[in-house]
């Protein structure tokens, strides 16, 4: 599965975090069935977002931590680079989330994991289904792989 993990998802995965989002991203670094996609302003904003305090206290992730998840995310063995071009906006309550969608749509994505209510509209999920791109939160998708994995494993 070709996964997009939104910036709410990612700062909930980090290292020291547990819960959904962090089982989400080890499944996906675990399994070679699976492949995180990033692109540079998914990036961008994931370092950006790590350095509000309350993020930090909320993390408790260092500056070295900050640095080491980030080239962490970006190994080749996890994720895929998206490079996505000039696109058409898409999430009208916030054309700074279009990035992200264009992320999920130029890569081929599956799956746009979110908690971002934005990304829940009708106009943007409809956009993303006929594009092939399911849009559901880290608990959804999470479930998802497991009823798809097979019994014997």
Do not use: W
């Not at 996906?28 to 492949?35: G, K, L, R, T, V």
């Not at 900050?66 to 054309?95: N, T």
């Amino acid at each position: 599965m070709r996964i997009v993990l939104d910036t709410n998802i990612l700062v909930r995965a980090n290292a020291k975090a547990s819960g959904p989002a962090r089982e989400l991203l080890q499944i996906i670094a675990d399994s070679p069935e699976h492949n995180l996609l990033l692109s540079p302003f998914l990036l961008q904003e994931l370092e950006r977002v790590f350095s509000y305090e309350r993020v930090r206290i909320l993390s408790r992730l260092t500056d070295q931590e900050v640095v080491e998840y980030l080239s962490y995310l970006q190994a080749r063995e996890i994720s895929e680079m998206v490079f996505p071009g000039p696109a058409p906006r898409v999430v009208v309550s916030d054309p700074e989330d279009d990035p992200v969608v264009h992320t999920a749509v130029a890569g081929q994505a599956d799956a746009l994991c979110t908690l971002n209510r934005h990304f829940y509209h009708p106009a943007v999920r409809d956009y993303c289904r006929e594009r092939g791109v399911l849009i559901a939160s880290d608990v959804d998708i999470l479930n998802l792989l497991r009823s798809r994995k097979k019994p014997s494993e």
